[in-house]
């Protein structure tokens, strides 16, 4: 399984950027596909995730400014983050989850890097 994502860059704070990532490869039809984040100094965080069927888990410090949706159809997961803080200053990670409980194969793609600066 490979992951491609795009969209990352330099925003102004309040601004906007939308995150893609692709899969390709051996995809289960059921699966989960989200995106993680981990800024200088601190631990991976999950930002959003959403299954195949469309349940989502979002994290609170990102509720209401981003928007987490896929297209089974292509494979591919989208991140729309809005209101963007400094504090989102981060590289976020592609990830997929398939197999037992979304936790027996588990992938990973490059990192996007995020700046949200003036």
């Known amino acids: 399984v490979q992951l491609q994502a795009s969209g990352g860059g330099l925003v102004q704070p309040g601004g906007s950027l939308r995150l893609s990532c692709a899969a390709s490869?051996?995809?289960?039809?059921?699966?989960?596909m989200g995106w993680y984040r981990q800024a200088p100094g601190k631990l991976r965080e999950l930002v959003a995730a959403i299954t195949t069927g469309g349940t989502t888990n979002v994290a609170d410090s990102v509720k209401g400014r981003f928007t987490i949706s896929r297209d089974n159809a292509k494979n591919t997961v989208y991140l729309q983050m809005n209101s963007l803080k400094p504090e989102d200053t981060a590289v976020y990670y592609c990830?997929?989850?398939?197999?037992?409980?979304?936790?027996?194969?588990?992938?990973w793609g490059q990192g996007t890097l995020v700046t949200v600066s003036s």
């Open positions: 490869g051996s995809i289960f039809s059921s699966n989960v």
């Open positions: 990830n997929l989850g398939q197999g037992v409980s979304y936790k027996e194969y588990v992938h």
